[in-house]
C-alpha cells in the first residue's frame, strides 16, 4: 500500500472587510466567521501601478473564535494560517451545483499598532492577547 502526503496549508495577511461575526455551534462551541482583503501591488511592463485584491472567508472555532469575535474589527491587519476546505450544495433555485472555499484557521496574529483599526470599547493592548 502506498501512502502519500498530502500539504494544504494556506497563509496570508490582509485587513478585515467587515466586523468578525461570532455563533455558537449545535453543541455550543464558537465558530466565527471573516474574511480578509488580500492586496497585491506591482507595476506592469509600462511601469503603471497595479493592484489586485482577493478576499479569503475565514472560519475560526474554539478558543481561536472567541479571541477573534472579541478583540478583531474591520479594518484590522491580520495573518492568518490554516486550511482550505471547500464545501459544495445544490442551489436551490436553480438546481446549479454551488461551491464555497473557506480557509480553516490554526491560528492568527493581529499586526500593526492597536490605532491603525477602529476599536470596540476598552480592552487589552495586542501583548495581553493569550495567542
Do not use: H
Not at 30 to 44: G, L, V, Y
Amino acid at each position: 500500500m502506498e501512502t502519500y502526503l498530502v500539504l494544504n496549508r494556506w497563509q496570508g495577511i490582509g485587513n478585515l472587510g467587515r466586523d468578525p461575526e461570532t455563533r455558537d455551534s449545535n453543541a455550543g462551541n464558537p465558530i466565527t466567521n471573516f474574511s480578509i482583503a488580500c492586496t497585491r501591488k506591482w507595476r506592469d511592463s509600462n511601469g503603471n501601478s497595479q493592484e489586485e485584491t482577493e478576499w479569503a472567508n475565514i472560519v475560526c472555532f474554539g478558543k481561536n473564535a472567541e479571541i477573534a469575535g472579541e478583540y478583531l474589527t474591520k479594518g484590522r491587519q491580520v495573518y492568518v494560517e490554516g486550511r482550505l476546505k471547500t464545501s459544495s450544495w445544490d442551489d436551490k433555485e436553480t438546481g446549479a451545483k454551488r461551491y464555497k472555499t473557506e480557509i480553516i484557521c490554526d491560528r492568527f496574529q493581529m499586526l500593526g499598532k492597536r490605532d491603525d483599526a477602529p476599536q470596540q470599547g476598552g480592552g487589552a493592548s495586542d501583548a495581553d492577547v493569550p495567542f
